[in-house]
T-cell receptor
């Protein structure tokens, strides 16, 4: 398996524009997580899905952020409209959460810069 | 509200010496703890974990210690090698009755091992 695949690797956009980040989890994993890495808070959990259903979106900072998982092999994180303070590295991760070992596998991340 | 805290942003040690990275948590429901390692421009990768029923887990040069009464865990690397230089994240999860698989991360500690 190629692991968790995120696209794009880098995104530069102007303030006010819509940004869509994409993630393909590891096949067979039933949990998918979106994290944002910041200096102050480290890896901050934004939202996670179980079997394509959003379970906890309490980490989503504002209504400008939304996430979907239309099927088991694809998820998107959308920011609309984007703001400079959204600049960060966004990670997607997947895991077999129902096992005792809840190791999550991460993608390489998307570095978002909003100017 | 940071449930998992890594109070040392950085640590520098000499090659061959021991590296000790610390992590504190506030949620007594956490029952599984993990350490992740992150190199620049890559996603975090799983390093070692420990269940709350244990107080120590060892894997080669890496040992994780858990002190439940103090809500504290630590990662020991001995001997430290220059290739260990990376950001280390502590993470915790609560299985409970639902086994959510939700991982909460700390802010990270940047380890530099000097040759």
């Amino acid at each position: 398996d190629a692991g968790v695949i995120q696209s794009p690797r880098h995104e530069v956009t102007e303030m006010g524009q819509e940004v869509t980040l994409r993630c393909k989890p590891i096949s067979g994993h039933d949990y998918l997580f979106w994290y944002r890495q910041t200096m102050m808070r480290g890896l901050e959990l934004l939202i996670y899905f179980n079997n394509n259903v959003p379970i906890d979106d309490s980490g989503m900072p504002e209504d400008r952020f939304s996430a979907k998982m239309p099927n088991a092999s694809f998820s998107t994180l959308k920011i609309q409209p984007s703001e400079p303070r959204d600049s960060a590295v966004y990670f997607c991760a997947s895991s077999l959460g129902r096992t005792s070992n809840t190791e999550a596998f991460f993608g390489q991340g998307t570095r978002l810069t909003v100017v | 509200d940071q449930q998992v805290k890594q109070n040392s942003p950085s640590l520098s040690v000499q090659e061959g010496r021991i590296s000790i990275l610390n992590c504190d948590y506030t949620n007594s429901m956490f029952d599984y703890f993990l350490w992740y390692k992150k190199y620049p421009a890559e996603g975090p990768t799983f390093l070692i974990s420990i269940s709350s029923i244990k107080d120590k887990n060892e894997d080669g040069r890496f040992t994780v210690f858990l002190n439940k009464s103090a809500k504290h865990l630590s990662l020991h690397i001995v001997p430290s090698q220059p290739g260990d230089s990376a950001v280390y994240f502590c993470a915790a999860s609560s299985h409970g009755s639902g086994n959510t698989g939700k991982l909460i991360f700390g802010q990270g500690t940047t380890l530099q091992v000097k040759p």
